[in-house]
């Protein structure tokens, strides 16, 4: 592996071409030793998966026992939502379901020994990209120089080529929002519906989604990398949030703001229509952290 290789990201954090997602979210059993767990991580890196794309993601704990340099801590909001923080993500991406069944049968086999399943959800691309609401959903995403710098660890500092993860599965309140005719969901996200043009800044209402979520921290532009997709049937659904930065107090800091948790105690609309049910920190490591594992 070259130089410039080396440093990668997992490549599938980028890749937006797959329609079936897979996302397991693995608690570690007590008892295993550093060196049973770097195997283990290593031989689930190692797995031939073929036209699927998999992306792992370890917490602080099992951060430390694969002796990652890399510090943060387990998810938390103050108790305001659930807190959920699972030890590793395996998050599949491919074409075919077929395929995800797959790798996520071989990677168990490796993994059961040393964790047990939290959560195993799938999820689809909705038509172009929409989250069950109808909205176009990840059009906002940075793009280009914009999405690494907003998504990886930069050059210097712990983990650098690597990224903060964070994973929380939404329920939403689909009867309630489509009870709201079209002007109004506009108005709880901060786009319109069809085109998905970003209100400005006179037409965005306080408590929308988009002026919640597009802000700056001390002057930092709060940007992260978002790979959300929807789940679920008729009956119940929402959507796997799934985000990538190069800090994890941005996750902790939109959060607030959706919360009503900043000075202004402004609420996002969007949280009366949809509740979290799970949330936990991760961390990405670089292909060569995974290959030197
Ligand atoms: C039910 C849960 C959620 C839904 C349905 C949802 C949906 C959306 C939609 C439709 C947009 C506008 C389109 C776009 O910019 O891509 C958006 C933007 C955004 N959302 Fe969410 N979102 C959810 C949760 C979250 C959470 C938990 C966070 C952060 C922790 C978040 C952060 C953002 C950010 C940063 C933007 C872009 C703002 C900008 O324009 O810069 N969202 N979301």
Redesign the pocket.
């Known amino acids: 592996m070259t130089k410039s290789h080396s440093n990668q990201c997992q490549p599938a954090i980028f890749d937006r071409n797959s329609r079936q997602h897979l996302f397991i979210e693995f608690i570690q059993r007590p008892g295993a030793s550093a060196g049973a767990m770097s195997s283990a991580m290593a031989a689930l890196a190692a797995v031939e998966s073929g036209n699927v794309k998999p992306v792992l993601a370890f917490s602080p704990a099992l951060c430390q026992l694969l002796g990652y340099e890399v510090e943060f801590p387990d998810f938390s909001l103050e108790g305001v939502v659930p807190a959920t923080q699972a030890d590793l993500l395996v998050w599949l991406q491919a074409e075919h379901r077929s395929d995800l069944f797959d790798v996520a049968m071989a990677m168990r086999s490796i993994v059961d020994e040393h964790f047990s399943v939290q959560l195993e959800q799938d999820g689809f691309v909705y038509h172009d990209m929409r ?1 069950l ?1 109808g ?7 940075p793009e280009g120089d914009k999405a690494l710098a907003a998504a990886v660890i930069p050059e210097g500092q712990p983990g650098a080529g690597g990224s903060f993860v ?1 994973g ?1 599965l ?1 329920r ?1 309140d689909l009867a309630a929002f489509n009870e709201l005719d079209v002007s109004e969901q506009e108005n709880v ?1 901060g ?1 319109t519906k069809v085109d ?1 043009v ?1 209100f400005d800044s006179e037409r965005m209402p306080a408590d929308a ?2 002026g919640r ?2 802000t700056d921290h001390d002057g930092v532009p709060q ?2 990398w ?1 790979r ?1 997709v929807p789940f679920g049937n008729s009956s119940q659904h ?2 796997y ?1 799934l ?1 990538f930065s190069c800090e994890w107090q941005r ?1 902790d800091y ?2 607030r703001r ?1 919360y009503g948790m900043t000075d202004d105690a402004v609420r996002d609309r ?1 949280i009366s229509f ?1 509740s979290p049910q799970t949330g936990s920190y991760w961390f990405a490591p670089t292909q060569s952290m995974l290959a030197g594992l």
């Not at 909205?135 to 995403?141: H, M, P, Y």
């Open positions: 989250d609401t909205f176009v959903d990840g059009i906002g995403n964070f929380q939404w939403h996200i786009r998905a970003e989604h988009v979520t597009d940007k992260i978002r959300s929402g959507l949030f985000a996750f939109l959060l959706m969007l949809s």
